[in-house]
């Protein structure tokens, strides 16, 4: 179904790559056009969300469009993947992350990288955090599990730009866009010192997502 490890990691670092672009020009660019925040959400949710969509259409035959470590990190648990092959996609969409954030900053005439001073420790976004990546392994496997992966691209897209909305964190649900997401001092920024905690809300929204879709979406 998938191309070879070149085709699949060159996929997965422009795919993230084009998230990232996609997540904080958005919100550059909502920054620069209106000061209503509710409205600067919507717009870089509405961005977001499309764009992961396409993405997803554009890469998924190739790499399976994981553009996120904890999606890799499921696959690796239902023994899809190799060690070496996981290792591979999330270094891939690490550096494709960071890569485009400084490309967002760039192009809006920033500082290629203006690390992030928007800080996000608190209890009530990590479990934000904890149910947004739950959530969106949800969706993933219910949809792929159900047999309906034609349909993955616009759920997860669909799911991505509500979660903006219903969690306080904004779903970030992604340890690469978490990381990436520090290079800039901006809307969709998150200060170094945050990402640990979220890196970790995360790991724990997809493992707990993998054990109840086992029961609900059996193999």
């Known amino acids: 179904m998938f191309g070879d490890l070149k085709q699949r990691l060159t996929a997965e670092f422009v795919g993230t790559f084009f998230l990232l672009l996609a997540v904080v020009g958005s919100g550059i660019m909502a920054e620069n056009l209106s000061t209503d925040v509710g409205l600067q959400l919507l717009a870089n949710s509405f961005a977001t969300g499309g764009a992961l969509t396409c993405l997803i259409l554009t890469f998924g035959r190739v790499s399976g469009a994981h553009f996120n470590p904890v999606v890799t990190l499921w696959a690796r ?34 500082d290629a990288i203006h690390w992030s001073t928007k800080d996000r420790s608190d209890p009530a976004l990590w479990l934000s955090e904890i149910l947004a990546t739950f959530g969106l392994l949800m969706v993933i496997i219910g949809v792929v599990r159900s047999r309906k992966d034609h349909w993955v691209a616009i759920s997860v897209g669909a799911y991505i730009s509500g979660a903006y909305f219903f969690t306080s964190s904004t779903s970030f649900a992604n340890p690469a866009v978490t990381v990436a997401r520090t290079f800039s001092d901006t809307f969709a920024g998150i200060a170094p010192s945050s990402a640990p905690m979220f890196i970790v809300c995360q790991l724990i929204g997809c493992v707990l997502a993998v054990g109840v879709m086992r029961i609900t979406h059996p193999k």
Do not use: S
């Open 77 to 110: 648990l239902e023994g899809g993947f190799t060690n070496r092959t996981a290792f591979c996609y999330v270094v891939a969409q690490l550096a494709g992350g960071i890569l485009g954030v400084i490309a967002a900053n760039v192009i809006f005439d920033l």
